[in-house]
């Protein structure tokens, strides 16, 4: 996947941090189906921290977890006015300083809206890195983070997270990998370890 890219569709930080908070949990074709209305009633961070929790949540009620992300898109938007005129910051810690934004979603952002050299990891792409063979005896995400981010060169690095999300997604899924159709069966602990069959002697 060459052009590996996010699957939400956003036009800037705002749209992308309100993708990426209703994608919790939930399908981004989901996301993706209810941020167009959402974006019209709600184009910036100023209509949005002026809105009721009821106006919000008629909106997004088809996702998981509504009440509760309702609660942060609101306090997200609040946040933003309050401590940075309205605009998405480009650096972590003030990432994580807004509601609904923990380190693999503010990482999601540096990446893909500041093309910063970020690593976003969930359990996905902790499992799918420890399955390939990417890390070695990171048991955290976090941990997974490290060393992804020690190893990848930088201008890699924002690629990669792509490249890891879809290979999981598409090819290398958690219950039943499609190993059959993976292209880096050559490099992939698990294939060579587990799967390949084993050769027999030579004729």
């Not at 990482?107 to 890390?135: C, E, Q, W, Y």
């Not at 880096?184 to 069959?197: E, G, H, R, T, V």
Request: glycine share 4%; net charge positive; proline share 8%.
């Amino acid at each position: 996947m060459p052009e590996a890219s996010t699957e939400p569709v956003y036009q800037n930080p705002y749209q992308l941090i309100v993708a990426v908070i209703l994608s919790a949990q939930c399908t981004d074709k989901r996301v993706n189906q209810i941020t167009p209305a959402f974006f019209e009633k709600f184009p910036n961070a100023i209509s949005l921290a002026t809105a009721s929790h009821e106006e919000v949540l008629a909106l997004i009620k088809s996702c998981s977890y509504p009440n509760n992300k309702t609660k942060n898109l609101i306090g997200m938007a609040q946040t933003l006015l309050e401590k940075f005129s309205g605009q998405v910051p480009d650096n972590l810690d003030d990432l994580e300083s807004l509601p609904g934004v923990g380190r693999k979603t503010a990482n999601v952002i540096l990446s893909v809206a500041f093309n910063k050299p970020a690593m976003p990891v969930d359990t996905h792409v902790h499992r799918v890195a420890r399955r390939i063979g990417l890390v070695k005896d990171a048991r955290t995400p976090l941990e997974t983070e490290k060393q992804l981010t020690r190893y990848i060169p930088a201008h890699y690095i924002s690629k990669a997270h792509h490249w890891l999300i879809l290979h999981g997604r598409y090819v290398c899924q958690a219950r039943k990998p499609k190993c059959d159709i993976c292209g880096i069966q050559d490099i992939c602990l698990y294939y060579q370890n587990i799967i390949k069959p084993p050769q027999g002697p030579e004729p």
